[in-house]
């Protein structure tokens, strides 16, 4: 009998992650940062969390109804984006402001534009600038850790003298373990090192983009903020880069596919977040850099793609 090679349909090459699997392990990634969230602002912290991932969750399964889709919450992707969006809201936020935040990022960024894998945009740093654009006071209002829940003012905004405040700068120590005033899980940088090596660990994130955009950022602060390796250091580990860098800029819908677009899109975002934070009037720039380079994506996998085999002009 003549032997035959049959092939099937593609993909010929096929993987046993599954979108659940994948999200399951950021959550995981995400629960230390989140347990020193909590920690250091009790209630008010278990109040925006729990309200932003119930928002999502029931956002996502009310449009998919409406849509007349399978019901997918059992994916964790909704819950990923309520736990980010809570992470960016300081925990002195009012119960609804969360909520809207939720629904804005599952309903508008991801669902309007064809749903998990479609959104062009982070939705959980989209839902943030829509909450600090609409909200800025609530979004703005930064308490000390602890359960006083006293107001005070960022490192950032200290150190770049955008708010007086009756206070010195927080100790290096402090600002590595999250002691200090901030969105609820941007503080502690070193348990979002942590979960970056777990996802890394995992493979569910290269390290590509988080140290490229890093390293940006440290260089640029370094020689733009008068040669002071304190002061590069400091931007390293003060506001949102970690969680930014680690968690938001790595988004699989919203970030380039070919390793010469990803170096370009995180060296991009590492530059407009320095020069927000160094020369713009808001002392924190991650947001905005991360969703401006993600309107620049489908632009850099344009020019950075492979040509494809025997391809000719």
């Not at 959980?124 to 930064?142: D, H, N, Q, V």
Request: charged letters at 10%; proline letters at 5%.
């Amino acid at each position: 009998m003549e032997t035959r090679l049959i092939a099937s349909s593609s993909p010929h090459i096929r993987s046993d992650e599954s979108i659940s699997k994948i999200m399951r392990d950021v959550v995981i990634a995400l629960l230390p940062a989140t347990l020193a969230g909590l920690y250091y602002f009790r209630l008010g912290a278990a109040k925006v969390i729990f309200f932003s991932v119930l928002a999502a969750v029931i956002t996502e399964a009310v449009v998919q109804k409406i849509r007349k889709q399978e019901v997918t919450i059992n994916d964790w992707s909704a819950v990923v984006t309520g736990l980010l969006l809570a992470f960016n809201i300081p925990a002195s936020a009012p119960w609804w402001l969360p909520v809207i935040g939720s629904v804005f990022a599952i309903a508008l960024v991801k669902h309007a534009f064809g749903g998990l894998g479609h959104n062009f945009m982070n939705p959980a740093l989209a839902a943030r600038a829509f909450l600090l654009a609409s909200w800025p006071i609530e979004m703005t209002k930064w308490v000390k850790p602890g359960a006083d829940a006293v107001s005070t003012a960022t490192p950032l905004a200290l150190l770049k003298g955008v708010e007086v405040a009756d206070q010195s700068m927080p100790s290096m120590f402090d600002l590595i373990i999250g002691n200090v005033g901030g969105s609820i899980g941007e503080t502690s940088a070193i348990l979002l090192i942590l979960g970056g090596i777990y996802l890394v660990y995992r493979g569910v994130i290269t390290p590509r983009i988080p140290v490229v955009y890093i390293a940006t950022v440290a260089v640029l602060t370094f020689i733009f903020g008068g040669f002071s390796f304190g002061n590069a250091i400091y931007h390293v580990f003060a506001g949102g880069l970690m969680l930014g860098a680690i968690f938001m800029a790595t988004d699989y819908a919203s970030s380039p596919v070919t390793p010469k677009g990803q170096m370009i899109f995180a060296i991009g975002c590492g530059v407009l977040t320095s020069v927000i934070r160094l020369y713009g009037g808001y002392p924190e720039g991650v947001s905005y850099s991360i969703l401006l380079m993600n309107v620049a994506t489908p632009l850099i996998d344009k020019y950075t793609s492979p040509r494809v085999f025997g391809e000719v002009k």
